[in-house]
């Protein structure tokens, strides 16, 4: 028996199918569980994805966001049971995998750029979609 | 049955327990074949005798195959034996599968720690090492002193030093069981076990 097939098929059934396409320099909403006593609600956490990382039952995504003027960056693991949903908002456009050099930058600055979808980019990942 | 042969295949993340993520080690459990049970009247003490793992007939001596035909059983890589309070149960070629554990059971894991080679007493027995600063120089991982001076004289026996470490059988014991896959034989197990991917660990029920 192949010992990293075992391993992947077990982190399979763990793994969700239905999240969207999204990486860096995108605009998230992710809705989080969160327990309050014996309560469980839905807590939108809306903003820039700075990172995405690991593979398998562990990969994380970072999300970063102006709460009240202070940033708040919060890492979420992509799989986990309280990541309820991730919604795209906006497309980013950027030029590298992790975007960290925007901790440093305030107001226009710290805005990425949209990508618009033309006729040519919105047919190609359809084209890409998997089944 | 108390216990099981497993095969180390690894470890991943994995989700549950009001969802945490928490590490898991993968485990190849079985199947098992019965090839001797021991009883107080015949063997002088209780015990089951388990074989795992396919081997080569023409690896084993002749004295094995004997043994593994007496049991009507292929020949076996790996063959140990468990103590049982009741051995009148169990019927030589008898096969063992995961499904004596359930989701839940707390278990021992016995398996050979990796090698470690010669090690200093920082690793091989957690001395904290000396201070890394205050005009200290070159003592770091250091053991401090090994005993008094002029009495006794001598180093007393025992005194822990540096030296060959691992590769011994380690048992770590309060291991929860997370999931059990009679069909795949598979067994998650949260935490880790003793030894490298593809080391032989008994699992024993606590």
New interface residues.
């Given amino acids: 028996?192949n010992?990293?097939a075992?391993?992947n098929s077990?982190?399979a059934e763990?793994m969700k199918r239905d999240l969207p396409d999204f990486g860096p320099g995108d605009t998230i909403r992710v809705q989080v569980?969160v327990?309050e006593g014996d309560k469980e609600r839905l807590q939108a956490f809306q903003g820039i994805v700075l990172q995405r990382r690991g593979a398998?039952?562990?990969a994380t995504f970072t999300v970063r966001k102006i709460s009240a003027g202070i940033g708040v960056e919060r890492i979420f693991?992509l799989?986990?049971?309280?990541v309820a949903s991730v919604k795209v908002i906006k497309k980013g456009m950027v030029r590298r995998a992790k975007l960290f050099y925007l901790r440093g930058l305030t107001g226009r600055a710290s805005k990425v750029q949209q990508r618009r979808e033309t006729a040519e980019t919105a047919a190609a990942p359809a084209a890409e979609a998997k089944p | 049955m108390n216990g099981l042969i497993c095969r180390k295949i690894g470890m991943t993340t994995y989700f549950g327990d009001g969802n945490r993520a928490f590490p898991v080690t993968v485990l190849e459990a079985g199947p098992c074949v019965v090839t001797q049970v021991k009883s107080s009247g015949s063997d002088g003490y209780a015990a089951v005798q388990l074989g795992f793992g396919a081997k080569k007939e023409r690896a084993c001596t002749k004295a094995m195959k004997g043994h593994f035909a007496k049991a009507a059983a292929a020949p076996q890589s790996v063959v140990r034996e468990f103590r049982v309070a009741d051995p009148s149960g169990f019927q030589p070629g008898q096969v063992i599968k995961t499904d004596i554990f359930a989701a839940g059971d707390t278990v021992k894991a016995t398996g050979t720690m990796k090698g470690r080679g010669t090690a200093g007493v920082v690793k091989r027995h957690d001395f904290r090492g000396g201070p890394g600063s205050h005009g200290q120089t070159d003592r770091l991982r250091h053991p401090g002193t090994n005993g008094a001076g002029t009495t006794p004289g001598r180093v007393y026996k025992g005194r822990r030093m540096a030296g060959r470490m691992g590769a011994s059988t380690v048992t770590v014991r309060n291991l929860t069981v997370v999931k059990v896959d009679p069909d795949k034989n598979l067994l998650l197990i949260r935490g880790a076990v003793p030894g490298a991917n593809d080391g032989i660990v008994i699992i024993r029920k606590a």
Avoid: A, D, L
């Avoid at chain 1, 799989?79 to 309280?82: F, I, K, Q």
């Fill in positions: 028996m010992k990293q075992v391993i077990i982190e763990q569980k327990v398998g039952t562990s693991p799989h986990g049971p309280t």
